[in-house]
């Protein structure tokens, strides 16, 4: 059973940045994509970003130019660097393992971090 374990989230005044990190359990981390989520007040969780196993990233259009996407294989952590943040960010932010176009694969998720963007 694969654990998750995020980190980093806080509160940030609108055009700051936050780096957030999740580390997975696990000896076979790099074989997989994996996947940042979030989870806004209300709203169901969606996909953020994706890292492929070949490093290859995609994101979602309201986050393209800000968030960065990258992993430490050698960590099993993947790690999520957040530019210009907007309230339009503020989520409780998840990770896990997905396939290549982002889907989770695991029904066990980590507490997630809470992102909370405001002036």
């Known amino acids: 059973q694969v654990q998750f374990v995020e980190s980093g989230g806080g509160l940030v005044q609108p055009g700051g940045s936050l780096r957030l990190a999740c580390a997975a359990s696990?000896?076979?981390?790099?074989?997989?994509?994996m996947g940042w989520y979030r989870q806004a007040p209300g709203k169901q969780r969606e996909l953020v970003a994706v890292?492929?196993?070949?490093?290859?990233?995609s994101y979602i259009d309201s986050v393209k130019g800000r968030f960065t996407i990258s992993r430490d294989n050698g960590k099993n952590t993947v790690y999520l660097q957040m530019n210009s943040l907007e309230p339009e960010d503020t989520a409780i932010y998840y990770c896990?393992?997905?396939?290549?176009?982002?889907?989770?694969?695991?029904?066990?998720w980590g507490q997630g971090t809470h992102v909370t963007v405001s002036s």
């Open positions: 890292i492929r196993a070949s490093g290859s990233t």
């Open positions: 896990n393992i997905c396939n290549i176009m982002g889907l989770p694969t695991r029904d066990s």
């Open positions: 696990g000896s076979i981390f790099n074989i997989y994509a």
